[in-house]
């Protein structure tokens, strides 16, 4: 009987072992969407990366809503504290850069290839 009742129970995803990284960096890429505009740095579109990212990982809906969740709650941590760019937000600009650039190495060297 219990056997029976596990096997028509919900099927739950298990996510990759990559998900906590590609969280973290759809955080940051939220981050620098709204960083990078304010200090007048870089051309890239963090939110059409990010896009591109997700479609290339093409996750369940539950794990492209955490992703998304991510992304648009890195907007608003710096939206809430970040009016104009200063000095702090400079270095968090460049602290960020540097920390998505080592995740994605990461998630690509471990998880890709």
Known sequence: MLLLLTLTGPVLA???PYQRQMERLA??????YFLQPLCASGNEDWRAEMAELIALD???EDRRQRLAGAFNGGYT???RFHKQCTPASR????RLLQEAQ???REIRTRFAE
Do not use: K, Q, V
Request: hydrophobic share 45%; aromatic share 4%.
């Open 77 to 79: 941590a710096f939206s």
């Open 27 to 32: 955080e940051i890429m939220g981050s620098l």
């Open 102 to 104: 080592r995740l994605a």
């Open 14 to 16: 298990i996510d990759p």
């Open 58 to 60: 093409e996750p369940d």
């Open 91 to 94: 270095e968090a600009l460049t």
